[in-house]
């Protein structure tokens, strides 16, 4: 008595397509090109960061089906960043752009000339530039509510966390409503108030 084997049954042979299609995708998994990072220490004598990657890696699936990921180690990322050309501060938590070089970078981050690669390695995660500045919404957010400046001819406006400071030769409030249910006043450069708010309307301009 023959016995099928349902493995050959519901199995299929790999053809040259999907073989190719395989070979793609796993040599794509292994390039590094460009990543999304947050600082985790900054070095200004060798002008380099330690950088976590926002992406985990994949390492398979639990017993319960969920992923079963892992941070990356930090990188040790060179960095667009010079002193006295820029001079704004590296801190802990700022959000990066890491390139990951076609080629090795010790041969000229080490000398600082031309010179023949002495690694073979390709977008490897050792060969890291940070670019700082990116900022993801939330930390776009916080930054917009600690400060932002608003400036057009003599007029500005200062908009912080718990206050709006406007600066003008001139305001002028017409059939304003304030928001969110706010309560207070409307105050001028010179502090003179110009109305008062309560449970967000404008109960009296002055």
Known sequence: MNIS??????SSPADLGTTLKM????????????????????????????VLLT????????????????????INAKVCYCSPFMSFPINRGD????????RELESWFTTGEPSAPKYSRMH???????????????KVIQILADCLNL?????????????????SPLVQVANLEA???ASGSIIDSQGKTLATVKAGIVTEIL
């Open 5 to 10: 084997n349902k493995f050959n049954q519901i």
């Open 23 to 50: 070979q793609g995708q796993n040599t794509a998994e292994q390039l590094n090109c460009m990543r999304i990072g947050i600082i985790q220490s900054f070095d200004a004598e060798s002008l380099t960061v330690e």
């Open 55 to 74: 992406d985990k890696k994949l390492l398979g699936l639990n017993k319960d089906g969920s992923q079963n990921v892992r941070n990356y180690a930090l």
């Open 95 to 102: 959000e990066c752009v890491v390139l990951f070089s076609d």
């Open 124 to 138: 490897d995660l050792t060969d890291a530039v940070a670019i700082i500045g990116i900022r993801s919404l939330p």
């Open 151 to 167: 400036f057009y001819g003599q007029s500005n406006i200062a908009l912080s966390e718990s206050n709006i400071n406007i600066t």
């Open 179 to 181: 928001m969110n249910g």
